[in-house]
């Protein structure tokens, strides 16, 4: 599915990436939950990769919170910026590495559900226009949610497939 245009596309791209991506993870035996990714990447298995996903989730709560009242979000997060986002994402994988990977699960999921609560209480128009929310700059709000959903959901999806045999 080519990148959301409307909220329908989103919420749909959402909810197929997300359940994909878990359906996918449902089919691991508990010994490749667990496997170590190849050395060079920087998340090491797949509670760091569902780690990260829940990680942005927040970040994408917080700029949202931030920006809908009135004010100007650190973006990606207070000491960072776009240039620096390896180092934050270093910053993630260090705070989540000693996380069960169960109780990850639990916390994206909650995270997933608190950003479709957000898409489902906007319009269309106010999901994709762009400039139409001061804090979201030239862009639209439905960009900023593709990146931290669907997209995400994607890459990630990518990503352990290539890494875990």
Request: aromatic content about 12%.
């Amino acid at each position: 599915m080519p990148r959301p245009k409307t909220k329908n596309e989103l919420i749909t791209l959402n909810n197929k990436n997300y359940d994909k991506l878990l359906a996918f993870i449902g089919s691991f035996s508990e010994k490749q939950l667990n496997q170590e990714f190849p050395e060079g990447y920087l998340n090491r298995n797949i509670r760091d990769v569902l780690a990260h996903l829940h990680h942005w989730h927040i970040l994408m709560l917080n700029w949202y919170k931030v920006g809908m009242a009135g004010n100007k979000p650190d973006m990606p997060a207070k000491g960072y910026t776009w240039k620096t986002t390896p180092d934050l994402n270093k910053e993630i994988w260090r705070k989540y590495k000693d996380i069960d990977i169960n109780e990850i699960k639990k916390v994206l999921q909650n995270s997933f559900d608190e950003l479709q609560k957000i898409i489902g209480k906007h319009t269309q128009e106010e999901l994709f226009e762009k400039r139409r929310f001061k804090w979201t700059g030239t862009t639209s709000l439905g960009s900023y949610l593709i990146s931290s959903t669907s997209s995400h959901y994607d890459w990630a999806y990518k990503l352990i497939k290539k890494c875990v045999k």
